[in-house]
C-alpha cells in the first residue's frame, strides 16, 4: 500500500503505512526504503540518506534502496559521492539501465563526458524501451552537441513516448 501512496504522491501517508510496518516487522528491509524514498521526496535529505541506509544494511540487494542512495546524493550535489554509490550499485545490479542513467548523468554534471557515454549507452542497450532513460541521454547528447547520434535517438524516443501513456506521465517534460 505504502508504494501506491509514493507513486501517487502521497509521501505521508506513505510514510506512516511505513512506519506501521516497521515497528512491527523491523528487518523488513523494503519497507525502510520505501519509507527513505517518501522522506527524500518530502526533502529531508539527511533523514532519507539515514532510513536508505537502514534499508540496506538489512538486505545489500535491495535495489529500490541502492537506486534511492545514488538519487539522494544526486539532489545533494554530492555527484562523486553519488557516482561511488553507483558503482558499488552496478557491481550488484549490472543491467540495470536506471543505474547506468543515474551514473551517466552525474558524470555528465562532473564533467566526465566519455564515462556519461559510455553509460547512456548501456542505458540503450539495457532498456531500448524505456523513453525516459532515453530522454536523458538525449539530453546530454543536445547539452554537449553530440549530434552525430541525436538523429535516431530523437526518433526512436518521439515513438516510445507517442505509443506510451505511462511514459507521457513520468517524463511531461521530455514529451
Same mark, same amino acid.
Given at each position: 500500500?505504502?508504494?501506491? &501512496?509514493?507513486? /501517487? $504522491?502521497? @509521501?505521508?501517508?506513505? *510514510? ?6 516497521? #515497528?512491527?516487522? =523491523? ?45 539522494? &546524493?544526486?539532489? /545533494? $550535489?554530492? @555527484?562523486?559521492?553519488? *557516482? ?6 552496478? #557491481?550488484?545490479? =549490472? ?63 518521439? #515513438? ?16
Amino acid at each position: 500500500m505504502s508504494v501506491s &501512496y509514493v507513486l /501517487q $504522491g502521497k @509521501f505521508q501517508e506513505a *510514510i506512516q503505512g511505513t512506519e506501521i510496518v516497521t #515497528k512491527m516487522k =523491523p528487518g523488513h528491509a523494503q519497507a525502510w526504503a520505501t519509507m527513505a524514498i517518501a522522506v527524500r521526496s518530502l526533502g529531508d535529505l539527511p533523514r532519507a540518506l539515514e532510513l536508505n541506509n537502514k534499508a540496506i544494511s538489512i538486505d545489500k540487494k535491495n535495489l529500490s534502496a541502492w537506486t534511492n542512495r545514488v538519487d539522494i &546524493y544526486c539532489d /545533494q $550535489g554530492e @555527484f562523486e559521492k553519488g *557516482i561511488e554509490a553507483a558503482k558499488e550499485a552496478l #557491481k550488484l545490479f =549490472p543491467n540495470d539501465g536506471g543505474l547506468h542513467s543515474n551514473i551517466a548523468r552525474m558524470y555528465s554534471r562532473t564533467g566526465k563526458h566519455k564515462e556519461a557515454v559510455f553509460h547512456f549507452r548501456k542505458v540503450s542497450q539495457l532498456s531500448p524501451d524505456k523513453g525516459g532513460l532515453l530522454a536523458n541521454y538525449l539530453g546530454h547528447l543536445r547539452e554537449f552537441r553530440i549530434d552525430d547520434m541525436q538523429d535516431n535517438l530523437t526518433e526512436k524516443c518521439y #515513438k516510445l513516448f507517442e505509443n506510451s501513456i505511462s511514459e507521457q506521465r513520468m517524463y511531461p517534460m521530455a514529451w
